[in-house]
């Protein structure tokens, strides 16, 4: 969760002249160096995204192909595919392993050594191997299948676990290192690599000893394209340490799959690069969903343990490590979200800890400073992964007996629906009252079925080793009445957490903690779009089957002779439309949210539905208008390009600098702006083609930058108004449930309102004043969050003051932004002279 140094530190960072702060009395909450960075990162509003085209995920219900590991002993060697030689790999400057020259490493490894087996557990964004390295002693069959029996043991009978003496006796502690997921940060993949080796190749007793005991597994690289590329996304453009909750990229889903293979009892998320060595635990606000107490009285021991193995190192730069826990203020470096690899794999029973190494080389870094000190650097960056991935090993094999009754104990807990434990002040040195958060776990959440909606969450769950079950009978609960097939999640289970924590509300936190580092606000039950009911004490009395995918929802639901209409309700309703409208069927629109589909289509429209989980029913009688598939310009940030293009649309990525040199607005019927274009930085030529678009086409804006590009392309009369920068979360409004990131209201008058926040918006998340009386949510309450209208131009625009596309997370809000695309997309395409 390598925080970007922002102006003055990374400058002095650059310039090798930053000292970091020396040792002082712990839990001083004025001592963390002020490496926070408010906002989502510049290149969000910034920086028009330009790709790629490839990598289109399925937003529709049990599409999801998963990872899970063979039923063979070990070794499981697997000669690993060899890509071409590629000399522009950022690695190399480095004196680091470029991608190409992992596979050749791993499999001269497991040709020399029966203890290393290597996998290919996915594929990134751009398509390159992601590999899981094991390294353990050799294995039969028959004692992977008992390593596996017990693996299950623990978590599907955690009390049967903790009285099998074979099993406390023989079961091999797991460890996993996640290595390189900011493509710029890489040094975890170099340091793991000799963590390998180092292991493969010894011989003594010692080694040998602590590999019967241990599997060791190691995601070698779970960013190639970025490391490649020398940047911290993927190739989608998507932060992989902020999707481990959503799931939309490859790379955390395979890092999802890995750990719910391996159950680890301790993680490593390897980053960088913060100064000083950073090793969590973190500060408060911890996640309330955790087992706190099993994970911190580890969590910090293994911290220390590998703080004083970097101080063995004897590099001038490595003599102490920041622990955010100890060392710095509530907020400043927190574990509340489930977006990071470590806090993820807590709810999965792992000791996790984000390790940050020291010494800048990426960025400004990579460019400006001479090639010695930046091998330089990374040599000591190297030298301080391998001493925290040798630390953890150590660590878990020294308390392997303590750290398997924990996680045994952790799923216990789930299982017995026990309420969390009171952690007392001191506990482990320097847990205080600001360290406490809770929660209490309803007694089952219930998700009627037959919408996609409800079907991808469903999927999603059970993804996730969460345990869904399906009702076999109608049943009541709670006053209402259900449906047979209705999901059933009960709370009783063993990764309650996690099932938690994607079905609760979340909580407003603005009072807790000063600031946040990342998101405070998310929530699938919410903002995914599926109703989700919560039973706060009552199980409901039906017999209940697991489910191991959700059934299907699609239905053609009308008479032969009928029009057939979908309702714009979902991301999938939106796929089924822009699929159809591609395919020629000649759609027509009832208002603004429903499609009509000609009876005469009928068998394209079965097709749809089976397709995309989508419901057809009879259209309604009335006038309808022609449908015309939309044409986007787009400039917006990567994450917005991802989710227009799962939804099916046609999108051509455009910036500033994109007109500037002739763009060619052809067959372009709507515009959107969120990022990297501005209206002022045109040049002539680039601003009369723009204006005449505008005079015909349709504009959809998001956030700041929409809103400056409508004020000065004169486009809707509405005032933006800009809230906390930082501030985000679920709020509600006038049409439910909404996120906001940086948060926009609209003020005056010429536009219709087409939503607004609520009264009190904030549901869950961050959200304070800027200055007293401005920019908070008492200020946002009751205004526009998104307006319409009629351009003084001639087109429709709608504006977003929400972030309702943001991250791919929000999937229930996708469709939103859908229907004013086609709200705004003039009926007819005007032929550009
Ligand atoms: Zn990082």
């Known amino acids: 969760m390598s925080r970007p140094l922002t102006g003055f530190c990374a400058a002095l960072l650059a310039a090798g002249l930053l000292v970091t702060p020396a040792a002082a009395a712990p839990a001083d909450p004025g001592r963390a160096p002020a490496t926070r960075d408010p906002g989502n990162g510049p290149e969000r509003n910034e920086v028009a995204a330009a790709g790629p085209e490839n990598a289109v995920q399925a937003l529709t219900a049990g599409a999801e192909r998963r990872w899970t590991p063979p039923q063979r002993g070990y070794p499981r060697q697997t000669r690993l595919r060899e890509y071409p030689e590629n000399p522009a790999d950022r690695s190399i400057k480095l004196g680091l392993v ?75 502690a797991p460890v996993w290192i996640n290595a390189n997921i900011h493509g710029d940060e890489w040094e975890g993949t170099d340091g793991a690599l000799r963590v390998i080796e180092r292991l493969a190749t010894a011989t003594d007793p010692a080694t040998a000893a602590l590999l019967r005991r241990t599997r060791v597994y190691i995601t070698v690289t779970n960013n190639p394209d970025g490391r490649i590329a020398g940047q911290r996304p993927n190739g989608n453009g998507f932060d992989v340490n902020r999707d481990h909750a959503t799931s939309s990229q490859p790379e955390s889903r395979a890092v999802r799959d890995v750990v719910i293979a391996t159950q680890p009892f301790v993680m490593l998320d390897e980053h960088g690069y913060t100064g000083t060595t950073l090793l969590e635990p973190a500060t408060a606000p911890h996640g309330q969903n955790y087992e706190y107490d099993l994970y911190i009285r580890h969590a910090l021991p293994n911290a220390l343990g590998m703080e004083a193995a970097i101080q063995r190192l004897g590099h001038p730069e490595t003599t102490r490590a920041d622990i955010p826990f100890r060392d710095y203020a509530p907020g400043d470096w927190d574990d509340w979200p489930p977006i990071f690899t470590p806090m993820y794999a807590m709810y999965h029973g792992a000791v996790g800890h984000t390790v940050e190494i020291p010494l800048q080389v990426n960025r400004a870094a990579y460019d400006t400073l001479p090639v010695a000190e930046l091998q330089r650097r990374a040599r000591v960056n190297t030298d301080v992964a391998d001493a925290t991935i040798t630390a953890a090993i150590t660590y878990t094999d020294t308390h392997r007996a303590a750290l398997l009754a924990d996680q045994i104990e952790q799923f216990r807990r789930g299982w017995a629906g026990e309420p969390q434990r009171h952690i007392p002040d001191g506990y482990v040195e320097g847990f205080g009252p600001e360290d406490r958060y809770s929660t209490e776990f309803p007694r089952a959440y219930v998700i009627p079925a037959g919408t996609p909606a409800a079907a991808r969450l469903v999927d999603h769950l059970v993804a996730h ?67 989700v009911h919560i039973s706060r004490r009552a199980l409901p009395r039906v017999p209940l089957t697991p489910v191991a995918v959700a059934a299907p929802t ?16 979902d991301g999938a309703d939106v796929r089924a439309v822009n699929h159809l409208a591609a395919a020629g069927v000649p759609l027509r629109r009832s208002g603004e949210r429903t499609v009509v589909v000609p009876r005469a289509h009928r068998r394209a429209a079965a097709d749809a539905a089976g397709r995309f989980g ?42 500033t600098a994109v007109l500037n040199a002739g763009f060619d607005w052809t067959g372009v019927t709507t515009l959107m702006v969120s990022s990297g274009l501005s209206y002022a930085g045109l040049n002539p030529a680039a601003k009369a083609a723009l204006d005449a678009f505008l005079a015909r086409g349709g504009v959809v804006t998001r956030g700041a930058t929409g809103a400056t590009f409508n004020t000065a392309a004169a486009l809707l ?24 990131y940086s948060p926009i209201w609209f003020t005056g008058t010429g536009f219709t309102v087409v939503e607004r926040y609520g009264a009190d918006p904030l549901i869950a998340g961050h959200w304070r004043e800027d200055t007293p009386g401005a920019g908070g949510p008492a200020q946002a309450a009751n205004q526009a969050s998104v307006v319409s209208g009629v351009t003084t131009r001639g087109g429709r625009a709608v504006l977003y003051g929400t972030e309702p596309l943001f991250r791919a997370h929000p999937k229930g809000l996708f469709a939103d932004v859908a229907a004013s695309i086609y709200a705004v997309t003039p009926a007819t395409v005007a032929v550009t002279p």
């Open 717 to 740: 009369p509405a005032t933006a108004v800009r809230g906390r920068a930082d501030a985000n979360g679920v709020v509600r409004t006038s049409r439910g449930p909404s996120f906001v």
């Open 98 to 172: 470029p991608y190409h020259g992992i596979a050749p490493r791993l499999n001269a490894l497991q040709a020399a050594s029966d203890r290393v087996s290597a996998e290919v557990v996915g594929q990134s964004a751009l398509g390159r191997d992601l590999y899981l390295v094991t390294v353990t002693a050799p294995e039969s069959a028959a004692e992977t299948r008992r390593q596996d029996r017990w693996r299950a043991r623990i978590e599907d009978d955690p009390r049967a676990a903790a009285r099998d003496r074979a099993l406390r006796r023989g079961y091999k």
């Open 614 to 655: 989508v419901r057809f029913t009879a259209a309604p009688r009335g006038a309808t208008t022609p449908f015309t598939a939309p044409v986007l310009a787009a400039a917006v940030s990567a994450d917005e390009l991802f989710v227009l293009r799962e939804l099916g649309f046609d999108v051509r990525p455009v910036s």
């Open 465 to 531: 080793d969460v345990r869904v079950t399906a009702a076999r009978r109608p049943f009541a609960l709670n006053g209402r009445r259900y449906a047979a097939g209705t999901y059933v999640v009960d709370m009783h289970q063993p990764k309650r957490g996690l099932a938690n924590v994607m079905l609760e509300a979340g909580r407003d936190i603005s009072e807790l903690v000063p600031q946040m580092y990342d998101i405070s606000g998310w929530s699938h039950r919410l903002l995914w779009g599926a109703d």
């Open 554 to 569: 699609g239905a053609v639901d009308a008479p032969r002779r009928a029009d057939l209409a979908l309702r714009l309700r």
